[in-house]
């Protein structure tokens, strides 16, 4: 399962908790989670996070079928969820968590890790037989006063909150590429994991992944 975001994700990410969209990518495919279950009828999983640098928890809904991170739940709204998170729960996670660390502290990472020099942006969408179809169609110069220095700043860029999806459908339309069609799109640096931006599914209602 490729781990992706919805956009409703993003936003939730940035106001509820402290990590980058980068770490809690690296979190979910390390499989550095509690899994808490799901509801019966959705294919999503409730899972539990222990964040160390500030010592809490967030939930992270995530699609089983097509790994994308649906929404990201503070812990105080556990009561609405399928059961409650103990504190049993709360110390596996943290144990995980600290195992996992002490883990990545022992390997050695290259010092002369090149820098990006620009953010390469791919639009997918169905064609008219359902398949899926790539276009390359944004190559953005790394600049720290308007996209930022790395893909966590893009993300927090004001071009990024109010003119990258726009241009994107301008580039889709004149492409005579439809709206609706559009699946998803994927951000790359060619330094880091590229970042896959769910476009299905913008507007969602969280109260039908809580009790």
Do not use: W
């Amino acid at each position: 399962m490729f781990t992706n975001f919805s956009k409703h994700s993003l936003k939730r990410l940035a106001q509820r908790t402290s990590l980058k969209s980068s770490e809690l990518l690296e979190i979910l495919d390390r499989k550095v989670y509690l899994n808490l279950g799901s509801i019966p009828g959705f294919n999503s999983a409730y899972l539990l996070i222990y964040i160390h640098e500030n010592d809490d928890y967030i939930i992270v809904i995530q699609d089983l079928l097509n790994g994308t991170v649906i929404t990201i739940l503070r812990l105080e709204f556990q009561s609405l969820l399928i059961r409650k998170v103990t504190k049993q729960d709360c110390q596996k996670i943290k144990e995980q968590t600290l195992k996992d660390l002490e883990i990545k502290a022992k390997k050695v990472y290259s010092e002369d890790k090149k820098a990006p020099k620009k953010f390469l942006i791919t639009m997918r969408y169905l064609d008219e037989n359902n398949n899926i179809k790539a276009k390359a169609c944004l190559k953005l110069k790394v600049s720290e006063k308007i996209y930022g220095n790395s893909m966590d700043e893009l993300l927090e860029s004001d071009y990024y909150k109010k003119q990258l999806f726009d241009d994107l459908l301008k580039i889709a339309n004149s492409k005579d590429i439809k709206k609706e069609n559009l699946f998803d799109i994927i951000i790359r640096d060619k330094v880091n994991e590229p970042l896959v931006i769910s476009l299905k599914n913008e507007n969602i209602d969280e109260s039908l992944y809580l009790n």
